[in-house]
C-alpha cells in the first residue's frame, strides 16, 4: 500500500494531468498526487515518484486500494491487530495458545520500532528481516509456526479491510522442509538402568513415583498424559487389559497387561497406591524432568518420555506380533502404516545385534 500525505500546498501548486483522471503534478517538485472523492470525502496521496509511468501504475493500485480499505480501522497498529488474533483464537488448545503466545512475545521485543507501527505501514521487507533474526536459533518445524502466525495475522487485516493486500505474500521464506526428526529408542537394559538411576535418588521426595511412572511408559508402550490420567478403576484384572482414553483424538482404547507390566501394576497395588476406583494409579503426572537429569547422570541420549514407549513396540515387532495388532494398542486408526513407516527404522542402538540374530536364521 502507498503512504498517503495531506496536500497542504496551494491548489495552485498542482496542475491536473490530461487524459488520466485523479493524476496531478505538483509545479517545483514535479512529483505526482492522486486525487479521488470516495463516500463524499477528498482523498489525495504522494505517489512519491516524478515518473508518469510510475505514478499512472500507483494511482490506480491506490484507487483500488481506497474500494477495498475502511476507513474506520485503517489506521490500526500491529499491537491492536495481534490482540484481534489472540481473541480469535481464545477457543484453541492450551497448548496452541502457550505457543502463540510465545511468538507474540518475541515479536514484542525485537520487532524494530515497535508494535505501535500501523498495518498498512508493514512491508513484505520487514516481515523478511523479522523472519531472519529469528531463523538461525530456530527448527524448520518451529520457523514454520512463527511464518504461520504472520500469515494468519494478516489475513486477519485483508479481512477486517484495513489493508487491501497482506504483505506476507510477499514473504521471501513463508515455509522451510521439516527436517527429519531424530527418533531415539533406548535399550531394555537402558531403560532399566534409567529407571534405577531415578529410584535412587534419596533426597527426591516422589524418586519411587517418577521411577514407576516411567517404568509404566516402557511396559506399557503409553505417552505421558494416558499415564497420568490412568485410574485404579481402568484397570480390569478379570480381562487382563487397561482401559485407555486417548487426548489427542478422546476416543478409548484397550492395552493388554503384559506380563511385566501386570507385576508392576500389581506391586503398586500391594504397596497401598490403590486406594479407590477414581484414584489415580500414579502420584505425578509427568517425568520429563527426572528422565533428562537421569539420562544426564548416565551419559545417556536426551531420552524423552516418547522415546521410552517406544521400547515396547520394538519388543512387540521383534516378538513377530502382528502390526495391525500392535497398532491396535497404541490407539492408532491406521492399521499399523505409522507402525511400518516410523518406528520399524529407529529401533535403537542394538540394531547391529537384532541384524545378526536374523542373518542367523539363513544358517539354520
Known sequence: MIDRTSIAAPAADYVKVANFPGLYRHTRSCRYYGVKKIRGKRRECSLRTTDRKIAERRLRE???????????????????????????????????????????????????????????????SHLDEWLALQENRLKNTTYNRYAGLLKQVFHIAVCDHVIAHSPFAGVQRGWKKPQEPVRLVPTTDQLQTIVEEIRSQKYTRFAAATADFVEFLGLAGLGQAEAASLRWGDIDWELNRLTIRRHKTDTRFYVPLYPELKKLLLRLER???????????????????????????????????????????????????????????????????????????????????????????LKR
Open 62 to 124: 491506490w484507487m483500488r486500494n481506497l474500494q477495498v480499505v475502511d476507513r474506520e480501522v485503517e489506521k490500526t497498529t500491529l499491537r491492536e491487530l495481534l490482540h484481534k488474533f489472540v481473541a480469535a483464537n481464545r477457543g484453541k488448545s492450551a497448548k496452541t495458545q502457550a505457543t502463540n503466545a510465545s511468538i507474540i512475545a518475541q515479536l514484542q521485543q525485537t520487532w524494530l520500532g515497535g508494535l505501535d507501527i500501523e498495518v498498512r505501514q508493514v512491508r513484505s
Open 271 to 361: 504397596d497401598g497406591w490403590a486406594f479407590s476406583a477414581e484414584n489415580r494409579v500414579f502420584a505425578i503426572k509427568d517425568a520429563k524432568k527426572a528422565l533428562r537429569a537421569a539420562c544426564e547422570r548416565l551419559g545417556y541420549p536426551n531420552f524423552s518420555q516418547r522415546s521410552i514407549r517406544r521400547c515396547l513396540i520394538r519388543k512387540l515387532w521383534r516378538a513377530g506380533v502382528d502390526k495391525k495388532l500392535i497398532a491396535k494398542w497404541q490407539g492408532h486408526q491406521d492399521g499399523g502404516q505409522l507402525i511400518m513407516d516410523t518406528y520399524t527404522e529407529v529401533f535403537g542402538d542394538d540394531d547391529a545385534e537384532y541384524e545378526r540374530q536374523q542373518l542367523a536364521k
